[in-house]
């Protein structure tokens, strides 16, 4: 059972604003992933990280940063949001387990993002 | 370049008619293919791991399949609260081990 959480869960702001999705787990794994998701879409890696203070881009370029400071911790930062950035943005996390083929990713609930 | 292909994109059922999902899949070194279950407004929900063609897993009212070419997710006789978007994704053999999603199916079972 994955333990993790995303907030705020929705979230409308206006254009120009500096707004932060919080990310959160308890599992202790040591990956986390965004993705953003457009209604009826697939979901696009935006950011990664496989550990304190390592993190990359994904496929999506986006204009928002993350940082890893602590394991359980990846909050992704917009630092002035646009109409474009209005979006559902799913945070995940899975565990490197020596031997394992691959890894499971655990997904939050999501925050979806509205920006008039 | 990698796909994944989900098919149908929506599918309406009767409660009680079977019916499978497709997810092809064009990836080189494929480590894992996932299946998920998504609700509106909320996260993927993860269902399973297939490795390797020929291998099967079930769960309650759904199994799934996989060949070297794609994947099936068999609904056997669905209940209503089996409505939701099933997701496939793939993982690669390559270090960064992100998924790669399609599409999805939306299914939508009536009472």
């Known amino acids: 059972e994955a333990d993790i959480y995303q907030t705020p869960r929705y979230l409308v702001i206006g254009t120009g604003k500096k707004i932060t999705l919080e990310c959160s787990q308890t599992m202790g794994h040591d990956k986390m992933y965004w993705y953003q998701q457009d209604p009826g879409m697939e979901l696009h890696l935006i950011h990664y990280?496989?550990?304190?203070?390592?993190?990359e881009k994904g496929d999506l370029s986006s204009e928002s940063t993350v940082s890893r400071i602590r394991t359980e911790h990846f909050p992704l930062t917009l630092e002035s949001a646009r109409p474009s950035h209005t979006s559902q943005y799913l945070c995940?996390?899975?565990?490197?387990?020596?031997?394992?083929?691959?890894?499971?990713?655990?997904f939050g609930p999501g925050t979806r993002l509205t920006v008039l | 370049e990698d796909q994944v292909t989900q098919s149908p994109e929506a599918l309406r059922l009767q409660e009680g008619e079977s019916s499978s999902l497709n997810c092809s899949y064009t990836?080189?070194?494929?480590?894992?293919l996932f299946w998920y279950r998504q609700d509106p407004g909320k996260g993927p929900e993860f269902l399973f791991t297939?490795?390797?063609a020929g291998e099967e897993k079930e769960k309650e009212r759904l199994k799934a399949t996989l060949t070297k070419k794609e994947s099936f997710l068999h609904i056997t006789a669905p209940k209503p609260e089996d409505s939701a978007t099933y997701l496939c994704?793939?993982?690669?053999?390559?270090?960064?081990?992100?998924?790669?999603f399609g599409s999805g199916t939306r299914l939508q079972v009536q009472p």
């Open positions: 995940a996390s899975s565990e490197s387990l020596r031997g394992a083929i691959t890894d499971t990713q655990y």
């Open positions: 990280s496989y550990g304190v203070n390592s993190t």
């Open positions: 297939l490795y390797s």
């Open positions: 994704a793939v993982s690669k053999d390559t270090g960064r081990r992100a998924l790669t």
């Open positions: 990836v080189s070194g494929l480590r894992g």
